[in-house]
């Protein structure tokens, strides 16, 4: 079974499904086909090394909205994973601190402990992916990981934060307890559509535009070259050096694509449409009619989830200036 | 009766309220006292020019939220009036598009209505404030009003939305109809507080030593000289060319206050403490001894309010990117 999520894990896997096939299927028949190929949400992404433990949860959504943890105190990771976007920027590559330019557009934080792997899939895990974030010369600017660990200190209200979720710890302010409760944090970020009721059995949560459209649906990745990137990068082989990820990037994760514009790994495509379009020319050499391209829109839109409570609702910061001691 | 939201409205007066003589008084008296002195925060603060229309909200959030409409669309009004902070950036003074510095501290936008004027007197109203916002080349970078009503007007999902908020208007994407949104937004964004159920007649609302706070507090203007200040600022000067307003500033509301450091319209300051030592040096010549100064502090954190909560809560926007079209 291909979970929606975690296609692509094997990163240089082409995993192309089409569902065409089942044009004729009746629902019954459709539903039972989507059931083999996808699986829906998980209640949350907790592992056994990273458990959900509410404290650190909490403590990971003040964490992941306090812009001090960056150098000049004014971009926090929900600078370019806000809410309001669905945990994009809406911009093709972000904008860093200093206004530096981040090679690669932001891909949405939501349900993203289970995409496992960044870009290039030079990630192992959320908490691997928080521990370079708040080093990045683009994302954070600090020049190590003490300095972070520093401006946490200076901020009163953090200690008991930081005692609650990690009680055991004697110096409990450190590195790897910010990237576990930030990890902790966006494991509880899943956001279940109308999509995983229907896989868990509700066949009518799906219009029939939006059956007919995921009878359509494919999964695509080498699509790069027909965006029209004007920059072009050659993706996982920076990190692997075989010639056989050379323009291999992570399949991202569909869910709320419709939220999330603009698409692909270097945002060079800004609608959902014009994406589809792309990706059934790339993958199976076909220019779809507006019809079928409705008819698939129609299911990716039944992707949307509505955004985790705790993602919707931003957490009250423990006050503190910390800019003028550094003067 | 001073309202103590618009303490300051006259701006070039200097209005000291000491409650000290008061200290001697029961609780009985002390609450009329204060209610001589104070108003409870109204429900909201629509005006018969800018009422308070659901649908302008409900836009003006998203408009609040939505980083599409400054140059480089990475900066909202949110990124330096951040909800997690209670409207302010905790910095001593922002950081605007590209890096541009802002001359001065970001004032909440919470209960911001009622204080009329900007630091130095120079805004209007909330709506004026917006206007002045969307072209100031540190908030903005945009070139005039116009270029923000095209980036609007390219975002097909604000069609309907202006629509609704607008039903009249042929063409309701205009940067006054923006101001009119944003303002109807920040008119709603009301935080009563202890104080204000101790206003209303809850005499226990306050602790004892808040209450204790209360009689001992003054409100101060003209501060900035004990601030150890480097960067001196002639303030309302600048606007009105009089003599008598060098150094003159919009006394700050002090609702929220315990939640948004730093303090002065500089950020010099960093604590809360430090502010009221500072306050009651420059006022009232006086040192404050630390069980004092703990007294007003417990009294001004009675002053901070639930942040409302279509202010904690962000919206949805509607997606596109808007910044390829432009490459």
Redesign the interface.
């Known amino acids: 079974m291909a979970n929606l999520c975690v296609i692509g894990a094997g990163i240089a896997a082409v995993l192309a499904i089409s569902l065409a096939t089942a044009a004729e299927e009746d629902d019954v028949t459709l539903l039972k086909r989507a059931q083999e190929l996808f699986q829906p949400l998980p209640k949350d992404m907790a592992t056994p090394e990273s458990p959900i433990i509410k404290e650190r949860v909490d403590l990971g959504q003040?964490l992941f909205?306090?812009?001090?943890l960056t150098v000049?105190?004014?971009m926090s990771c929900a600078?370019c994973h806000?809410?309001?976007?669905?945990g994009t920027?809406?911009?093709?590559t972000?904008?860093g601190v200093?206004?530096r330019l981040h090679p690669r557009n932001a891909p949405t934080n939501l349900n993203s402990a289970l995409n496992i792997v960044h870009w290039r899939g030079d990630r192992e895990s959320v908490e691997d992916q928080v521990i370079k974030a708040l080093i990045s010369p683009i994302t954070s600017g600090q020049p190590d990981l003490k300095a972070v660990e520093d401006r946490l200190g200076r901020i009163p209200g953090y200690a008991s934060a930081f005692k609650a979720a990690f009680a055991d710890a004697a110096n409990p302010i450190t590195a790897q307890n910010i990237a576990k409760a930030i990890g902790a944090y966006e494991r509880s970020l899943v956001t279940p559509s109308a999509f995983d009721a229907y896989l868990n059995g509700k066949s009518d949560a799906l219009s029939s535009t939006a059956r007919t459209g995921l009878q359509k649906f494919g999964v695509v990745e080498d699509y790069w070259l027909a965006t029209g990137s004007t920059n072009i990068d050659k993706g996982r082989i920076d990190v692997t050096k075989d010639p056989a990820d050379l323009y291999v990037f992570r399949v991202p994760s569909l869910r709320n694509v419709?939220?999330?514009?603009?698409y692909f790994h270097d945002?060079?495509?800004?609608?959902l449409p014009e994406a589809v379009r792309v990706m059934a020319r790339v993958q199976l050499g076909i220019t779809l009619s507006d019809a079928d391209t409705s008819d698939i829109v129609a299911f990716l839109e039944s992707l949307t989830g509505d955004?985790p409570a705790n993602f919707?609702?931003?957490?009250?910061?423990p006050?503190?200036?910390?800019?003028?001691?550094e003067k």
């Open positions: 003040q909205f306090d812009p001090r000049d105190s004014n600078s806000q809410p309001a976007l669905y920027d809406a911009l093709p972000s904008i200093r206004q419709a939220m999330t514009a603009p945002g060079s495509v800004s609608t955004l919707a609702t931003v957490p009250t910061l006050p503190g200036s910390l800019v003028p001691k």
